[in-house]
C-alpha cells in the first residue's frame, strides 16, 4: 500500500495548490514538462497494429492499453512533481460536479486562483492563472513547432454526468476489452464504455490545446486523466478486478498478429527504451494500490 493520497482539486488547501502549481512551473522551466508533451504526442501519433484501413489504434489510445498507458503516464508525472516537492500528490478533476452546473466556464476550477481560464478576445489563449502565456516545443515528427496555450469551454459538448460514470463502473458484466481492441465497436467493454463517451467529451468541452495530440500542454489534463484513473480504480474495486486485463498474446489485430506495446507482459511505448530501471510492463500497473490510492470514489 502506497501513502500517497490522490484528493479532488477543490478541496486543496491554498498552500498545497500553491505548491503544485509551483511545481508544474518548475517542470515546465526546466524542459521536463514539454518531454511529457512530447510522450504522448509521439504514442498518439504512432499506429498500433498492422491493418491498412478500419482501425483507428494507437499506442496510447483506442486499444486496451488505454488505461495502463496513462496510469503509468500519471505515476510518472507524479513522482517529478514529488521530486520537487514530496508532500504534492496529483489532484483529479471530478468534472461530473461541473456537469451539473448551468454555465460549467464559471466553475471556480477557470479562476485565476485555479487553472485559470481562457481570453475570448485572444482566439481563447491562457492569459491568467499559474500557466499563464504557456507556450511550449512540440517535437512532432515531421511537424515540429510551438504552440500557446488555448482553450474553447464548447458548452455545445455536455461534460458527463455522474450517473453515466457511476453506470459503467457498476456494470460487472463489463469484461476489461474485446476484439477488435480499438474504438470500433460497440460498447460491450469496461475500456470502451470509458474511454468514447467519458474520457473524449472533456477533451472535446474544454478545447484548444485538450483536443490535439500534444494535450497534455494543459496541466488540465493530468487533473482530467487522474478522474479518468480513478474511476478504472473504482471499477477494480469493486467487482475485485485488479488483474483483469486480456492474458498473454492475446491482443492482436485484424490480422492475427500481435500488436507490440499492448499486450499484458509488453513494456509500454516509449518508455520501452529507456535504460532507467523506471519501465515497466502492462500488467506491473494494474494494481494501482502499490503506488496511490484516492480519498473518494464515485461508488462503494
Given amino acids: 500500500m ?43 501519433m504512432t499506429k498500433a497494429g498492422t491493418e491498412l484501413f478500419g482501425s483507428i489504434r494507437n499506442l496510447a489510445h483506442y486499444s486496451p492499453v488505454f488505461l495502463p498507458w496513462h496510469r503509468e503516464y500519471l505515476i510518472r508525472f507524479e513522482n517529478a512533481l514529488r521530486e520537487i516537492d514530496t508532500s504534492i500528490s496529483l489532484p483529479y478533476w471530478d468534472w461530473t460536479i461541473d456537469a451539473e452546473f448551468q454555465d460549467p466556464p464559471t466553475s471556480i476550477i477557470w479562476t485565476e486562483d485555479f487553472l485559470g481560464g481562457r481570453n475570448p478576445t485572444q482566439n481563447g489563449l491562457v492569459t491568467d492563472g499559474p500557466f499563464k502565456n504557456w507556450k511550449f516545443s512540440l517535437n512532432i515528427p515531421g511537424n515540429p ?59 472535446n468541452w474544454v478545447g484548444g490545446t485538450m483536443e490535439e495530440a500534444y494535450s497534455p500542454g494543459d496541466p488540465v489534463f493530468f487533473l482530467h486523466h487522474c478522474n479518468i484513473d480513478r474511476i478504472w480504480a473504482n471499477w477494480q474495486r469493486k467487482h475485485n478486478y485488479l488483474d483483469r486485463y486480456p492474458a498473454n498474446d492475446k491482443i492482436r489485430d485484424r490480422r492475427g498478429r500481435i500488436i507490440p506495446f499492448t499486450n499484458r507482459n509488453h513494456k509500454m511505448f516509449p518508455w520501452n527504451d529507456i535504460n532507467d530501471n523506471t519501465h515497466k510492463r502492462v500488467q506491473q500497473v494494474l494494481d494501482f494500490t502499490q503506488y496511490y490510492e484516492y480519498r473518494e470514489y464515485y461508488v462503494p
Fill in 145 to 203: 513547432r510551438e504552440a500557446y496555450l488555448r482553450r474553447d469551454f464548447d458548452n455545445a459538448i455536455q461534460l458527463p454526468f455522474r450517473r453515466d460514470v457511476e453506470l459503467v463502473i457498476k456494470n460487472n458484466l463489463l469484461e476489461y476489452d474485446k476484439p477488435p481492441w480499438d474504438g470500433n465497436q460497440d460498447y460491450n467493454s469496461f475500456r470502451i464504455s470509458l474511454e468514447r463517451p467519458i474520457h473524449n467529451p472533456v477533451h
Fill in 2 to 44: 502506497s501513502n500517497i493520497e490522490r484528493q479532488e482539486i477543490r478541496s486543496l488547501q491554498p498552500g498545497q495548490k500553491t505548491t503544485l502549481f509551483r511545481a508544474i512551473n518548475q517542470l515546465k522551466q526546466n524542459g521536463i514538462y514539454e518531454k511529457f508533451v512530447n510522450w504522448h504526442g509521439i504514442a498518439m
